[in-house]
């Protein structure tokens, strides 16, 4: 495992382009009208993961689907993959027609073990780049671990508040599907029931961190239309599965520049919290 952190600093160069079609089939799939369709329009905050997809053959696939590694990217010898969070700086607007450069630097690869096994913790930063200059900064974290290690479920914090916002979903597998096929995301738990239950011992599909993260961006971006949001970061504290619908809520606070979201599994449990914070 050691040899794992060889690999800190090593960084990646990529190029793509902002097109229209992704945020239409985006759009649709959350049952909403496209909010940028032409040329020069501004794509919503959280949109960009439509882009720069993951493109590895089937040569290059562990079994869950995730890529083995390669390339600047290290191969980590654990089976099961989870994404822990993520936290943006939203700098420059991106529009539809821009060319994009997207830098990725591998800055932290810590390791431990216990008597379930070893776990692996990988964190990456991503910088986007547009005409105008930077427009995003990402940064990643991501833990592998074996089979015999109970799915990492950490405690929760309680949130008593009434929200401003809420609203309800429906985890349906098209769905599900439709959110993977958009960012190219081949994990086998979101769309391959039986691998999901059979061999990783899920109650069901499990539900995309990054799409309740997105959907949660969302209903900010929704609530607060006129404003604009600089930052936005959260915390998966336990998995969702489409065993039950669940909950997306939040609140702007009291000092009106940020706001306070959350995500409640079908029994009202907390399973992510978000902030994000927002220039009227």
């Known amino acids: ?11 990646a160069v990529s190029t793509d382009e902002i097109t229209a ?57 654990l089976p099961r993959q989870r994404l822990r969070g993520d936290s943006y700086g939203f700098m420059e607007p991106l529009r539809i027609g821009d060319s994009m450069t997207r830098t990725t630097e591998i800055t932290a690869i810590d390791t431990e073990e216990d008597s ?12 986007i780049e547009c005409p105008r200059g930077p427009a995003v900064i990402e940064e990643r974290a991501f833990f592998f671990f ?9 405690f929760a914090p309680e949130i008593t508040d009434d929200p401003q916002w809420s609203r309800g979903i429906e985890p349906t597998a ?10 190219f995301n081949t994990h086998r738990i979101h769309y ?10 899920l109650p069901g599909l499990m539900v995309q961190g990054t ?13 607060c239309p006129d404003a604009t949001i600089g930052h936005f970061g959260y915390r998966t504290w336990k998995p969702v599965f489409d065993t039950g619908n669940f909950t ?8 009106g520049r940020t706001a306070s979201l959350w995500c409640r599994d079908q029994d009202g449990g907390v399973t992510m919290t978000a902030q994000a914070t927002i220039d009227p």
């Open 174 to 183: 098209a769905l599900l599907f439709r959110y993977s096929a958009l960012r």
């Open 211 to 223: 799409l309740i993260s997105q959907l949660l961006l969302e209903l900010c971006r929704t609530e």
């Open 248 to 255: 997306i809520q939040g609140s702007l606070n009291t000092d």
């Open 1 to 11: 495992m050691e040899e794992l952190k060889k690999f800190i600093g090593k960084k």
């Open 21 to 77: 079609a992704p945020i239409a089939l985006l759009a649709a799939t959350f049952g909403i009208d496209a909010p940028a369709s032409k040329p020069g329009d501004i794509i919503p905050v959280g949109w960009h993961g439509l882009y720069f997809l993951p493109a590895y053959g089937p040569d290059n696939m562990r079994e869950d689907g995730q890529a083995m590694g390669g390339g600047f990217m290290p191969a980590i010898p």
């Open 192 to 201: 391959d029931h039986r691998f999901a239950t059979e061999s990783e011992g």
């Open 146 to 154: 074996g089979d015999d290690r109970p799915t990492p479920d950490d």
């Open 116 to 127: 379930h096994g070893p776990v692996v913790h990988l964190y990456f930063r991503q910088t």
